[in-house]
C-alpha cells in the first residue's frame, strides 16, 4: 500500500527534461488561450473600451493567470494552494457581473467588486465544506443555463458587426460569422484530443485571416504597441467600491468556486490521489487570493479551467512542473504587448461567431446538469421551472422594478442574480432535508466546469 501511494504521488511530482517541460507547458497554453482572451475580448466590446485597453486587459489576465497559477499549484505556506497540476484562468461564469457593473459604475467599481469578492471567498474558504451544499447540480445547472442564454444577445451583436458599427447588420457579417462557427463545429467533429481542443482558438484565427481578406482587420494597434510593459497595478484607477457590485460579484464567485471544487475532484480521479477537505479549503483559499490580485493587477476573479484536465487525459503526464512551465509562458506573454494586441484585431462577427458556440455550449452544459437531477420529481421542476423562467424573463422586459429602491431594482433587474436567488429559496423549501442530512460528498464529482 505505501509503495502504491509513492508511486501516485511520484505522477504529480515527476521531474521531467527540461525541454518536454517546455513543449507540455506551452501546450496547455494553446489550450486554455482561447478561453483566457475570451474574457477581455467580450467584457471590452460589451463596455466599448478601446483597441489599446482591451489589449492591456489581455496582457494583464495572462500575466495574473500565471502568477494564479503559481499560487494554486507550489502553493504558499501549509494553508495556501491545493498542489495539483491545474491551470487557473478567468471565470467567463462571472462575465455578466463584471459587464453589468464596469457598463454601469466603472472599471474601478468592478476591480472594486473583484476585490470584495476575492475577499469574502478567501474567508468562505473556512467554511467552503458546509457551502456547497446550497449548491446541488439543480441550483447551479439553472445558473448556468441561464448565464449561457442571457450573454447569447451579446453574440448575435457582435455576428451583426458590433453594436454602433457603421456595418452593422450587413450581409458580409454574418456570413464570416457562419463561417467561424461552421469551423469550429467541424473541427469539434472530426478532430479529436488536442485540435478539438483548441476548436475556438482555429476559428478565432481562421476567421480573422479570411476577414483580413474581407478588409475587416486593423493592424495598427499591433505596429503602436511596445514589445515589453510592465503590468501596473491599479491602472484603471484605483478600485471604488459599491454595494451592488460587491453582493453581484459575491454570488457569482461563490457559484464559480463550486464549480473549481468539481474540478478539484475530477483532476483528483486523473490523478490516482486523494485530497482531503483541508486540502479543498486551501485551494479555494488560492482561489480567494487570486482574486484579489485580479483587482490589482487589472484582471478577473480566477478559477480552475476545465480545459487543461482533458489534455492530461490526452498525454497521460500529470505533473505539477508541466503546470509550473505553462504558468511561466503565461507570465512572459503577458508582459509582451504586441502578443496581447494580436488579439485586439479580431472582427467583430469572428468574435460574435465563436461566442455564439461559447455561450450555446454553457447555456447547454446547465441543461445537461439539470438533466442529472431527478426530474420525476415535481418539487425539482418547479425550482427549474420558477428560476429559469424569472431570470429570462426579467432580462426581456426593461422597468420591471424601477419604482423601487436603486439596488433593489439593480439586483432584481439582472436574470442571473434573480433566477439564482429563486433557485436557492425554491431548493431550501422543497429539499431541506436532504441539504441538512447530507454530509459533504467527499469522494464525487461537485459539478463541471463551464469554463470551456
Given at each position: 500500500?505505501g ?24 501546450q ?11 474574457v ?7 463596455i ?80 467552503v ?6 449548491f ?6 439553472c ?23 457603421p ?29 478539438k ?26 505596429g ?8 501596473t ?11 451592488t ?24 480521479d ?25 483587482a ?13 484536465a ?6 497521460g503526464?500529470r ?95 439582472n ?15 422543497f ?22
Amino acid at each position: 500500500m505505501g509503495k502504491n501511494n509513492l508511486n501516485k504521488k511520484d505522477v504529480i511530482n515527476e521531474k521531467l527534461p527540461v525541454q518536454t517541460l517546455g513543449i507540455l507547458g506551452f501546450q496547455h497554453v494553446l489550450v486554455m488561450y482561447s478561453g483566457a482572451v475570451i474574457v477581455p475580448l467580450i467584457l471590452g466590446a460589451a463596455i466599448n473600451l478601446s483597441a489599446a485597453d482591451i489589449a492591456f486587459l489581455i496582457s494583464a489576465d495572462l500575466f495574473t493567470c500565471g502568477i494564479a497559477t503559481l499560487l494554486q499549484v507550489v502553493g504558499f505556506g501549509k494553508f495556501i494552494g491545493i498542489r495539483l497540476p491545474i491551470i487557473m484562468g478567468a471565470a467567463v461564469i462571472t462575465l455578466p457581473a463584471m459587464i453589468m457593473v464596469a457598463g454601469s459604475e466603472g472599471l474601478p467599481a468592478m476591480y472594486g467588486a473583484i476585490l470584495i469578492s476575492g475577499t469574502f471567498i478567501f474567508f468562505l474558504s473556512f467554511f467552503v465544506v458546509k457551502l456547497i451544499k446550497f449548491f446541488p447540480k439543480l441550483v447551479s445547472g439553472c445558473l448556468v443555463t441561464i448565464v449561457g442564454l442571457s450573454l447569447t444577445p451579446i453574440a448575435l451583436q457582435d455576428m451583426a458587426g458590433g453594436q454602433g458599427s457603421p456595418s452593422f447588420g450587413e450581409p458580409k457579417n454574418y456570413l464570416l460569422a457562419t463561417f467561424v462557427l461552421l469551423i469550429i463545429l467541424l473541427v469539434n467533429k472530426f478532430f479529436k484530443g488536442f485540435f478539438k481542443a483548441i476548436a475556438i482558438l482555429i476559428g478565432l484565427i481562421v476567421g480573422t485571416i479570411i476577414g483580413g481578406f474581407m478588409g475587416m482587420v486593423d493592424l495598427t494597434a499591433v505596429g503602436d504597441s511596445p514589445w515589453f510593459r510592465v503590468i501596473t497595478p491599479f491602472y484603471f484607477g484605483m478600485p471604488k467600491f459599491t454595494l451592488t457590485g460587491a453582493l453581484t460579484m459575491s454570488i457569482f464567485a461563490t457559484v464559480a468556486i463550486v464549480e473549481s471544487v468539481g474540478m478539484y475532484r475530477l483532476v483528483e480521479d486523473l490523478c490516482e490521489t486523494k485530497i482531503s477537505t483541508k486540502d479543498i479549503s486551501k485551494g479555494v483559499r488560492a482561489e480567494g487570493i487570486a482574486q484579489v490580485l485580479g483587482a490589482v493587477f487589472n484582471g478577473f476573479p480566477y478559477v480552475t479551467f476545465s480545459e487543461n484536465a482533458g489534455i492530461m487525459t490526452i498525454t497521460g503526464v500529470r505533473s505539477r512542473y508541466v503546470v509550473i512551465s505553462a504558468s511561466l509562458f503565461l507570465i512572459i506573454l503577458g508582459v509582451i504587448p504586441k502578443f496581447s494586441a494580436l488579439a485586439t484585431i479580431v472582427p467583430s462577427p469572428v468574435l460574435g461567431g465563436a461566442m455564439l458556440a461559447l455561450f450555446g455550449m454553457i447555456g447547454a452544459t446547465g441543461v445537461k446538469m439539470i438533466g442529472e437531477v431527478d426530474l420525476s420529481n415535481t418539487n425539482n421542476l418547479l425550482v427549474v421551472a420558477c428560476s429559469i423562467g424569472s431570470g429570462l424573463g426579467v432580462e426581456a422586459v426593461p422597468g420591471l422594478f424601477s419604482k423601487m429602491p436603486e439596488i433593489i431594482e439593480t439586483l432584481l433587474g439582472n436574470g442571473i442574480f434573480t433566477g439564482t436567488f429563486i433557485a436557492i429559496l425554491l431548493n431550501l423549501l422543497f429539499n431541506y432535508r436532504e441539504i441538512f442530512s447530507k454530509s459533504f460528498p467527499t469522494n464525487s464529482k461537485i459539478v463541471q466546469s463551464t469554463d470551456s
